[in-house]
């Protein structure tokens, strides 16, 4: 990145925390690279699969739109100078004639041109948003953990949305321009090669002049780029954040800070436009100094009998058509700016690798029993900082885990590496002696049941959420699931049951009720590990009680790891680790630890003392 970007990126964030704003994202950093040919080469690649349909069409309608724009000023000079100089109506209709016909022609070509590489187009990106949203799916939870959701949502819709004109008339229009530059050039320069290079002799002025500007059009366009991301990233923010906004009244300073950052990307994107825009005046000006020699020296060769009127029109007409294609190209290449900026950012992420990989020789992991073990397992989110400081635990199949201790002790953190969220620093984790960075990740975690404090319910109908935990179940193994964790007295009492649609993160349900859907999606998959992971922490008591009379039932024959703070929860496990600063400090069961009298035990103690004065 050039000085002045990141002065610039540096200076923002610097004001941003002292003014208490949120953080600006790093990946959301003005890109200051030169030009980069390789990602247009990249970009041509998805259309390489369309080449054989699209290239004879192409060809074809090319060659027929140029020769009929290019033949009609040669059929002007022949009507001017032979037609109306012996004054031939006949010929002069015959002239008409032919330039109505090469127009409709034209305008036909054209015309099935357009549609046909819109077609092309929109596949082009159909594919490109496929693989760019394919691929965000493989990341691993480090990658989402230092991103907004916002963020990455501008670059599947916006910045895809920005190459359509890119790919369904852009290149195409490109080629058939420069055909068009190419065959004027060929034809002013046969005819007059005196007057023809007076009159292109302007063209490398333009290009000397509109080149000092392809930089700062093209940094600005990813400033644009940069405040949209942003704004979009803050808009998921307060949406998914809108309860909180209101519970402590902060919508005028909401509205504020956008208000702020709306009119950045407004400054900034009228910034760009104004750029952007420059490259019109300075052909409409290329363009008039040309006409000006034309017709100063084009006279001057016609008292010299060297050209005739009629091509002296034609070479007027040929000017206008030739400056036509060159301001579209001066536009292509303000496109092609924009495009480069949001390709840079897709070419981003799609380059992006997972942290979490699975080996070259990775095997399926067979139906396993359920024996886990981990031997000094440590690991840290940030290099320096061990989240956990050298793991060891032994788990027989069927055993049922409960891991408690402080906010941060590490809890969550065991539960993310046994499924393969994050991969250890070192150590190993085996299932079945199986070590789990050895086999696929599919085949690991479609046998790992998770049911979240936080439980996601998609958009659509209950029955849908539920089988999004084994997608070939049938309505009664929905049911029969649902029945077990004790979901399903209150579905059948929703005005649609099992088909009644729920909105986003399922707002329209109870903490409680949306956390027994989940129950019950895990419960479907059928894995041989369940985890819950503070499942019960939002549901009342009288429910919980009815759940831990399934989980009796469910979790037979089943090794369970349950992250708990309710002791009805944890002192029915078969183990009980106590965990600290990401070391394990006790373990046993409930009866050993709390005859010990320490961590556990001061534990228990506080919860009591808490429950008895909220009671």
């Known amino acids: ?22 953080f600006v994202y790093q990946d959301d950093e003005v890109l200051d690279k030169e030009f980069d040919w390789g990602q247009v080469k990249r970009l041509s690649r998805y259309m390489k699969p369309y080449a054989k349909q699209i290239l004879p069409v192409i060809v074809t309608m090319m060659i027929v739109g140029a020769l009929t724009k290019l033949l009609n000023p040669l059929l002007i000079a022949y009507a001017i100078d032979h037609a109306l100089k012996e004054g031939n109506s006949r010929l002069l209709m015959q002239c008409v004639g032919g330039m109505l016909a090469l127009y409709l022609i034209q305008w036909a070509a054209n015309n099935y041109r357009i549609r046909y590489t819109n077609t092309i187009g929109q596949k082009v990106i159909y594919d490109l948003r496929h693989d760019l949203f394919s691929h965000i799916q493989t990341l691993s939870f480090k990658f989402f953990d230092k991103r907004p959701a916002g963020s990455i949502l501008v670059r599947i819709t916006n910045y895809v949305n920005s190459l359509q004109d890119l790919f369904t008339n852009g290149v195409v229009n490109l080629l058939i321009d420069c055909v068009q530059l190419v065959g004027i050039v060929l034809i002013l320069l046969f005819y007059n090669i005196k007057l023809g290079t007076a009159i292109i002799v302007t063209v490398p002025i333009m290009f000397v002049i509109s080149t000092k500007l392809r930089l700062h059009i093209r940094r600005a366009w990813q400033v644009v780029q940069t405040k949209q991301s942003r704004i979009n990233a803050h808009l998921n923010e307060c949406i998914q954040g809108i309860k909180v906004t209101q519970a402590f009244t902060q919508e005028k300073e909401n509205i504020a800070f956008f208000d702020e950052m709306n009119m950045d990307n407004h400054k900034s994107w009228n910034r760009a436009s104004t750029l952007n825009q420059s490259f019109n005046p300075i052909i409409e000006v290329t363009g008039a100094i040309g006409y000006c020699i034309l017709f100063w020296f084009g006279a001057h060769l016609i008292q010299q009998q060297e050209i005739t009127v ?23 290449y303000s496109q092609m700016l924009i495009a480069m900026a949001s390709s840079e950012r897709i070419f981003e992420f799609i380059d992006e690798r997972p942290n979490v990989a699975e080996a070259d020789n990775a095997k399926p992991l067979p139906p396993v029993r359920g024996d886990i073990e981990l031997k000094q397992v440590k690991f840290e989110y940030e290099p320096g900082r061990l989240a956990l400081k050298g793991i060891d635990m032994s788990v027989k199949a069927g055993q049922s885990i409960a891991l408690v201790g402080h906010t941060g002790s590490g809890k969550s953190t065991i539960i993310n590496l046994l499924c393969r969220f994050y991969d250890i620093t070192s150590g190993t984790i085996t299932i079945d002696g199986h070590d789990i960075r050895d086999v696929s990740i599919p085949s690991l975690r479609s046998q790992v049941g998770i049911v979240l404090q936080d439980t996601f319910i998609f958009s659509g109908t209950i029955r849908d959420n539920i089988r999004f935990g084994r997608l070939d179940a049938t309505d009664e193994e929905i049911e029969f699931a649902a029945k077990a964790v004790r979901a399903h007295d209150f579905i059948v009492n929703l005005p649609q049951g099992y088909d009644t649609e729920v909105q986003e993160r399922g707002n329209v349900l109870s903490m409680g009720q949306r956390q027994l859907i989940s129950f019950a999606r895990a419960l479907l998959a059928d894995p041989r590990v369940l985890i819950l992971d503070e499942a019960t922490a939002s549901i009342d008591t009288e429910t919980e009680l009815k759940i831990q009379e399934a989980l009796k039932t469910l979790l037979a024959g089943r090794t369970s790891f349950i992250i ?35 961590i556990y035990y001061g534990l228990i103690q506080a919860q009591y003392r808490f429950l008895r004065e909220v009671s």
């Open 564 to 598: 708990a703070h309710r002791l009805s929860t944890i002192r029915s496990a078969d183990n009980i680790v106590v965990l600290d600063h990401g070391n394990i400090m006790e373990q046993g069961n409930h009866e050993e630890l709390m005859r010990q009298k320490g």
């Open 1 to 22: 990145m050039s000085k002045s970007a990141t002065t610039e990126t540096g200076q923002e964030n610097k004001e941003a925390s002292q003014s208490g704003k949120r």
């Open 310 to 332: 009629g091509l002296l029109v034609a070479f007027a007409t040929y000017i206008g058509h030739f400056w036509e294609p060159i301001n579209r190209l001066g536009q292509m």
